[in-house]
């Protein structure tokens, strides 16, 4: 079974800081990779979506890489914002349906 | 172009009370989805639906029916509410079951007293 691990559940820094948040999964046989942003209270927004081809996909200033052989991906914050302060998950496409397999978040503080 | 729309947006039940919660999304998606999120516990798949006319169960299924009304909506039923159920609901949906991007509603914010 897939299991997907994002650790910590939480971080604060300060505003300007480069920083990049963890997700690790247990089954390296992969489809996609998805990342998302959650404000509390919200749903979920998609940010990125990593094709399993791939190494790498960008946006603005958000940089996602997979690596599947060692079960990982980044999430890259360049320059962070008090507005990027939220929760991101990481999920999985696997099995049957690629249906997602989410980890639990990693609760992202933006100190100004 | 709502993306994908449920209603209602908050709710209160009573232990053994039913109620359905409605999803629409209107991006021509074939596949449709409905999750709870529990503190502590992440997103669990309820049920899926593939396309148009076909259900199947995903991890935590107890207690709860599902209806494939159309190719836009799909509605989650609890029958009889018990505490347990006390959730976040989201529903989502993508364009068919290979590894395309989801997209996820609103939420519903359901209480059981």
């Known amino acids: 079974k897939q299991e997907v691990t994002q650790i910590p559940a939480a971080l604060s820094v300060p505003e300007g800081e480069n920083l990049v948040l963890n997700c690790s999964f247990t089954?390296?046989?992969?489809?996609?990779l998805q990342w998302f942003r959650q404000d509390p209270g919200k749903g979920l927004t998609s940010l990125l979506l990593?094709?399993?081809?791939?190494r790498e996909q960008t946006s603005g200033r958000l940089n996602a890489s997979l690596d599947k052989s060692s079960g990982r991906s980044t999430l890259y914050i360049a320059a962070s914002q008090p507005g990027d302060s939220a929760t991101y998950l990481c999920?999985?496409?696997?099995?049957?349906?690629?249906?997602?397999?989410f980890g639990k978040g990693i609760t992202l503080s933006v100190r100004p | 172009n709502a993306g994908v729309t449920q209603t209602p947006k908050f709710q209160v039940l009573k232990t053994g009370q039913s109620m359905t919660l409605q999803c629409a999304q209107d991006?021509?998606?074939?596949?449709m989805y409905w999750y709870r999120q529990d503190p502590g516990m992440g997103l669990r798949l309820i049920y899926y639906?593939?396309?148009?006319?076909?259900?199947d169960k995903g991890e935590v299924p107890n207690g709860y029916n599902v209806s494939r009304l159309n190719k836009r909506e799909f509605s989650l039923r609890l029958e009889s509410a018990a505490p347990s159920q006390t959730s976040v609901y989201f529903c989502?949906?993508?364009?068919?079951?290979?590894?395309?991007?989801?997209?996820f509603g609103p939420g519903t914010r359901l209480t059981v007293t």
């Open positions: 999920a999985v496409y696997t099995g049957a349906n690629s249906k997602l397999t």
């Open positions: 639906s593939a396309s148009e006319g076909t259900t």
């Open positions: 991006m021509n998606h074939n596949s």
């Open positions: 089954d390296s046989a992969i489809y996609n």
């Open positions: 989502a949906s993508r364009v068919g079951t290979g590894a395309y991007e989801q997209y």
């Open positions: 990593i094709q399993s081809s791939q």
